[in-house]
């Protein structure tokens, strides 16, 4: 009796569905300068790496950051809620998503980077829920308006780097090793959330 023999699907890398970049942007670029004026007028800062336990360390990181409250620009935190909702439906598929935090205004001025990183740990930290699933990058500048500034993903080259127009956005895994490579001329300014759920399983 013959054996039968199978042919084997390929393995697709379990990082394919972790990085997705929205189709077109989400917003105008009026709207990106309605986000950017409202990030203007909050309490500017120096960023700080990780929990803020290393403090402010120009090794790592060089930018300033600004929080954007939940009562402010609802439509904006509308918008980006509806697209959480169909990317995580249609690539992510994690349990208990949810925003979380209020949006961080982002500005990279020249020189400015954030070396390798990544946003959370696969299971978080012990005790804390919800935990950081997906992370979110929208470019609120023109793309030429500066140069440098290119987001990288650790061991995957089909995303380095990672261009977006301005409003567009991309989300992927929180666990995901990543950097933002020295601005060379010019500011980039951005929007980063982070989307939270029950810990991974």
Known sequence: MKSKSFKLMPRVPLWQGYIVKTAE???TPNQCKMIIDAGHQFTQEKAQVGSGKDGHDTKKRVTTISWIPFDQLTQMYDKIENQLSSVNLNHFMFDGIKITEPAQFTVY?????YDWHIDLSAYGHTGQQPIRKISMT???SDPSEFSGGDLIF???S???PTPLKQGQALFFASFLRHKVTPITKGTRKSLV???GGTPFK
């Open 138 to 140: 929208c470019l609120l």
């Open 154 to 156: 650790s061991d995957i």
């Open 25 to 27: 942007p989400l917003f």
């Open 109 to 113: 001025p020249e020189g400015g980077f």
């Open 158 to 160: 089909e995303y380095n």
């Open 193 to 195: 959330m982070w989307f």
